[in-house]
């Protein structure tokens, strides 16, 4: 049984005193606190104190089923400690939607719309949890998608390349453009862009920016369609609203899809378009039911779950 980290050092903690006789029955369980313990973990809302009870069982299999109902209660209590942290604001739009209840598209696109209740205009966001496991190379899931309303956001792309595509890049739109003058400047830290362009004959001198652009998702790709000899094509799409996603660890899809300001009909089309891509790159190593669960939020609000067969099967109004 693998453990939460808060559950594990709960139950890690005065482990030695917990006791098995082998004369008492499986039924005799006594629990005995002791008044001078230390707390065992702490929360910025409240203390809370856990003690080591005292168990008396007659089987390891008693044993075994006592330690798992003790972790599902620290567990409890664990959440419920989260909940008292929420904001009021959080706690209120939470009430829009019933937890674990899965909506229709229309509706979960109204509700998110309703939750999105801060001063700024949040993001719209659609994660995605497939049945892949992303440590096998036939499943894994990286690719693009084109916004068909956009992103509401302006995106800054800067270039590398060299020769006569530096012009070209500069026409195009490109916020910025160097070569191994702007691969110096992000080595010391310049990181001013949203996008990063390359032309394939830079990548062996990109490859050194490896260790800094890597973890913030900023490496040119091929696959990302962050590496090309098309530079005013690339600029292009993704001024318009071209968007990359990837599986993470776990083979969940986390992507934008516009802005809470949209309308509710230009959601729906952008959030479509994204579900038909991954669809459309469904890894080949992929087996069996490839959609597990769908969820859509603002930026701040709660996640509201959709019925995947739904979602699956909309299909928008003619009109839109």
């Not at 309703?114 to 659609?126: D, L, M, N, Y």
């Not at 934008?256 to 790159?281: M, R, W």
């Amino acid at each position: 049984m693998t453990l939460a980290p808060s559950a594990a050092k709960i139950l890690s903690v005065h482990s030695h005193e917990f006791d098995h006789p082998a004369t008492t029955t499986p039924s005799s369980l006594s629990f005995n606190p002791t008044t001078a313990r230390k707390p065992i973990f702490f929360t910025s809302a409240k203390t809370i104190y856990v003690y080591p009870p005292v168990l008396q069982c007659s089987k390891a299999s008693d044993n075994g089923r006592f330690l798992k109902s003790l972790v599902v209660a620290a567990l409890a209590t664990e959440a419920e400690v989260a909940e008292e942290t929420r904001s009021k604001r959080f706690l209120e739009i939470q009430k829009l939607r019933e937890n674990k209840m899965e909506y229709d598209l229309k509706t979960a696109i109204s509700l998110l719309k309703q939750s999105a209740s801060t001063r700024f205009v949040e993001t719209a966001e659609a994660h995605f949890r497939l049945n892949i496991d992303p440590k096998y190379n036939d499943q894994q899931l990286r690719a693009t998608v084109n916004l068909p309303k956009g992103t509401g956001q302006t995106v800054k792309i800067a270039v590398l390349t060299q020769g006569e595509k530096f012009d070209e890049a500069k026409n195009a739109g490109a916020d910025l453009v160097g070569g191994e003058d702007l691969i110096a400047q992000i080595k010391g830290g310049f990181m001013d862009f949203d996008k990063l362009i390359a032309t394939p004959d830079m990548m062996p001198k990109v490859a050194s920016l490896g260790k800094i652009l890597g973890p913030r998702g900023l490496m040119p790709n091929p696959k990302a369609g962050t590496v090309t000899t098309n530079i005013p094509q690339a600029i292009e799409e993704f001024k318009r609203g071209k968007v990359e996603y990837r599986a993470d660890k776990t083979g969940i899809v986390h992507l934008p899809f516009g802005k809470v300001d949209f309308s509710k009909e230009d959601l729906i089309i952008n959030f479509l378009a994204a579900v038909k891509s991954v669809e459309a790159n469904k890894p080949s190593g992929a087996k069996g039911v490839y959609w597990k669960s769908a969820h859509i939020c603002s930026s701040m609000g709660p996640s509201i779950g959709l019925n995947t067969r739904d979602m699956l099967d909309y299909k928008p109004p003619l009109s839109a």
